[in-house]
């Protein structure tokens, strides 16, 4: 098969909610190079590119094997730097790296490390099939259905109904089926991902591929950490690549 995909994975330095979230190990290796192991197991990637502004990550994720031809932009790693910027300028890099071109993008972006890799083949084999869709994206069945339990409160703290909920329902089953886009994954054809912005849902047309919940924690803050660190070491999900070797 010739490669006709690059992967992506962002891992600027900084973080808000947890400092030093990407180089953080988490079990085995930092926690950025989780997505790189990921990323070897999809057939048909052609480089791995970690698009980074921290040296140090960009050393060790060259001992890997990914591809990190420069560090990131200081502009372009901002807290408040849109992902959609990231990405075209890892697309415009990536037109000058070594092999065949690419049509295709697939985002993993190292926040969300719980992966099982055949749910993404079975994205990238869904895009090729469907000459009218712009991606595919990851979506999971949350723990509640905001449509059945939905709440706000006033200013005097009393309950209301969501106003995106507004129908009462009376029966559990009743309730229309809910899905949220979880981060696990994004897979784009290169030339929607070159035109992107941030409201990218409303700009395309998009296929959902449904990955457990258990696999779609996003670690933002210490204590996410450490949720998905216990589903790790407990044995609750397992990682195909955890134990072996960081350059296989």
Not at 201 to 228: A, C, M, Y
Request: include cysteine; aromatic fraction near 6%.
């Amino acid at each position: 098969m010739t490669p006709d995909i690059d992967a992506l994975i962002p891992a600027r330095r900084g973080s808000v909610g947890l400092p030093g979230k990407n180089t953080r190990v988490l079990v085995d290796r930092p926690l950025a190079l989780h997505s790189v192991a990921c990323a070897k197991r999809i057939a048909g990637i052609r480089h791995i590119f970690v698009s980074t502004d921290d040296p140090w990550l960009a050393e060790e994720a060259q001992l890997t094997g990914a591809y990190v031809p420069l560090l990131r932009p200081d502009e372009l790693a901002a807290e408040t730097t849109p992902m959609a910027d990231v990405v075209r300028h890892a697309l415009t890099v990536l037109d000058q790296a070594p092999g065949p071109a690419t049509s295709q993008v697939l985002l993993l972006d190292p926040t969300s490390p719980l992966r099982d890799p055949s749910l993404i083949v079975q994205a990238v084999d869904l895009l090729r099939a469907d000459p009218d869709a712009d991606g595919v994206v990851s979506v999971s069945v949350p723990s509640f259905n905001p449509l059945w339990v939905g709440v706000e409160l006033t200013q005097k703290g009393h309950l209301q109904r969501h106003p995106a909920a507004p129908q009462a329902y009376t029966r559990r089953q009743e309730v229309p089926g809910y899905w949220r886009i979880n981060g696990n994954f994004y897979l784009w054809r290169n030339d929607f991902a070159r035109r992107m912005r941030g409201d990218w849902l409303d700009q395309g047309t998009f296929i959902g591929v449904e990955t457990p919940e258990i696999l779609s924690h996003s670690i933002d803050t210490l204590d996410d950490f450490r949720v998905v660190e216990a589903l790790v070491t407990s044995g609750v999900v397992t990682l195909p690549w955890l134990g072996g070797p960081l350059n296989v």
